[in-house]
């Protein structure tokens, strides 16, 4: 069993940053466990969209939209996955969610309860 919380949301002008972070709890056996994580988004309206993925490895992939901009990282030290965002759009307005793969004889898949970000025109 893993907990989930993002936090870093907010408002912030077109152009500007923020950096989402997504913290994981749970037993030791199943922090690690763990294998992908990433951040969704979805905006009212919309159908959840991947924004960004990283391995346990940390091989990183990126929705099309955000590359350049959006960086994903993770501290597996802190158990932390985070999303720096930078240069923001009004289009990136959207409550994003932390999910994380853990694998303990079959993957179960974890989400948050997600953040939201609001970019002002």
């Known amino acids: 069993q893993v907990q989930l919380v993002e936090s870093g949301g907010g408002l912030v002008q077109a152009g500007g940053s923020l950096r989402l972070s997504c913290a994981a709890s749970?037993?030791?056996?199943?922090?690690?466990?763990?294998?992908?994580m990433g951040w969704h988004r979805q905006a009212p309206g919309n159908q959840r969209e991947l924004v960004a993925t990283?391995?346990?490895?940390?091989?990183?992939n990126y929705a099309d939209s955000v590359k350049v901009r959006f960086t994903i990282s993770r501290d597996n030290a802190k158990n932390t996955v985070y999303l720096q965002m930078n240069s923001l759009k009004p289009e990136d307005t959207a409550v994003y969610y932390c999910n994380a793969v853990v694998r303990v004889g079959r993957a179960y898949d974890y989400w948050g309860q997600g953040t939201q970000v609001t970019v002002s025109s």
């Open positions: 990283i391995s346990s490895g940390g091989s990183t």
């Open positions: 749970g037993s030791t056996f199943s922090i690690n466990a763990m294998g992908a």
